[in-house]
């Protein structure tokens, strides 16, 4: 026993005695002049909406001395009166004290910002600090926010068996200010929803604006003052990443809708139009309107009515347009574009459909009674963008492709096709940044047809829709 004990007194002494050897001392860096090394000098904060906290942003602190050091404190400037909020080593706060950093290490400090609601209609700068006290040295990293008060359209009637939570919207929206919508923003049977020239609508995660069985959607945006959707989180990572809400959804039976003049991008699906209804009308009419970066598709449509001119149907994780179990669909001077560079993309740009499976897995036949494209350009960055999937079973399958610039497989000598271009260059100016303009060098220059242009007397820019030899194909017209 007094062996055992002897032994285990030895070990234990040995094993303080090699800590104590390990340990090295703790140096501090008491230099007046010593500075703190920082990731930015200046944390930017993109458009925050009041009331909507931001993303959290992180900067990085470097002691970049060979010695401990000891930052005195960490504060806001403005304190407990700051918008802003600062994370420290794990801990919320305005002000930390004693916060120490080992040689040649770092920390991270977070910050982020609410806005507090103004009832103004223009941007505010807000403006803060984070200030660092060390060995009696004072460092800052300035903090800027824009901050943008809105019209918010949060869910205020309960969740229903047909869809989540939402709050109805009709009338004429005010472009004094953004919109914000959350959620489903619902166009009620017999409501009419009018949104002006000007207006910017920032949709957030996985909101919906629906157009509901009876219910109109009237977009008038007006060239240079275009009508936008986008997502609301605004920061540099986000703001241009599709997928980051939902869609505008013209649902079965919704009647006389309009868009014009508008710049649908960065959600899901930027258009979904469904069954049609009983009117004789279009179910939607769309004009001069450009939708790009869509996660799943620009332009779906389904068993219904639509007539397009000078649109722009860009970039898209599978289709650019969908039209989709049968329909009636007019496209003049459209530009259908896919060159998808977020990842591998299968689907055609363009997909022509008569039919769905149904629960039972039996094939419903849908007329296709019209899909006419009249000088239009169809193209892509895949080997073919064009799919025309008719039912094996049969059904109406009526297509039309006149004076179109297509990248396809397929014989543009058929029937179905007049004096269309194969796999010719459309040279896009810049379809990374929406840009489907052309030039004089593009194969659908002067390509088109006059009688197939009619009344369209100005492109989607406001150009004379023909300025040469003859009408040039899609939604840009060179001057």
Request: glycine share 8%; hydrophobic share 35%.
């Amino acid at each position: 026993m007094l062996i055992r004990t002897t032994f285990s007194v030895v070990v234990v002494a040995a094993i303080l005695l090699l800590s104590a050897g390990c340990r090295k001392d703790e140096v501090f860096n008491d230099d007046p002049d010593f500075t703190l090394a920082f990731s930015a000098d200046t944390v930017y904060f993109d458009t925050v909406f009041t009331t909507v906290g931001s993303v959290t942003i992180p900067v990085k602190v470097y002691n970049n001395s060979n010695d401990f050091i000891s930052i005195s404190s960490i504060s806001l400037g403005g304190s407990t009166n700051s918008n802003f909020r600062i994370n420290v080593n794990g801990q919320e706060g305005t002000a930390f004290y004693d916060v120490e950093i080992p040689p040649k290490d770092s920390i991270f400090i977070f910050a982020e910002v609410t806005v507090d609601p103004n009832s103004g209609t223009t941007p505010l700068i807000i403006e803060d600090s984070i200030v660092f006290m060390t060995n009696g040295n004072q460092q800052k990293i300035a903090l800027v926010a824009c901050g943008q008060d809105a019209y918010f359209h949060f869910p205020d009637h309960p969740q229903t068996q047909y869809l989540p939570a939402y709050s109805l919207v009709s009338g004429v929206w005010a472009n004094d200010k953004p919109h914000v919508v959350y959620g489903y923003a619902v166009v009620d049977e017999d409501s009419v929803l009018t949104i002006p020239a000007g207006t910017n609508v920032y949709m957030h995660n996985d909101a919906v604006l629906w157009v509901y069985d009876g219910g109109t959607l009237q977009i008038y945006g007006a060239k240079d003052n275009e009508v936008t959707f986008q997502g609301d989180r605004l920061d540099d990572y986000y703001k241009d990443q599709p997928g980051m809400w939902g869609k505008i959804w013209l649902s079965a039976g919704s009647k006389d809708n309009v868009i014009d003049y508008a710049i649908i991008k960065n959600g899901r699906i930027g258009v979904h139009v469904d069954t049609l209804g009983v009117s004789p009308n279009p179910t939607l009419t769309i004009t001069n309107t450009i939708i790009d970066n869509m996660s799943t598709a620009c332009f779906v449509a389904q068993g219904s009515y639509v007539k397009a001119e000078n649109c722009v149907f860009g970039n898209a994780g599978y289709f650019s347009v969908l039209l989709n179990i049968g329909g009636n669909y007019d496209f003049r001077h459209c530009t259908i574009g896919n060159y998808w560079s977020h990842g591998t993309r299968s689907a055609s740009a363009i997909v022509l459909n008569n039919y769905y499976e149904d629960v039972y897995g039996t094939t419903q036949i849908r007329d296709l009674t019209n899909a006419y494209f009249g000088n239009c350009i169809l193209y892509g960055a895949n080997e073919d963008e064009l799919l025309l999937d008719k039912a094996t079973s049969g059904g109406v399958f009526n297509y039309h492709f006149d004076h179109c610039l297509i990248k396809t497989s397929l014989s543009v000598s058929q029937s179905g096709f007049t004096d269309c271009k194969k796999n010719l260059s459309p040279t896009f100016t810049d379809t990374q940044l929406m840009d489907f303009s052309i030039g004089s060098s593009s194969a659908a220059f002067d390509a088109g047809d006059a009688s197939v242009t009619g009344t369209i007397m100005y492109d989607i820019l406001g150009n004379p829709r023909i300025s040469g030899a003859a009408p040039d194909m899609g939604a840009y017209e060179v001057q």
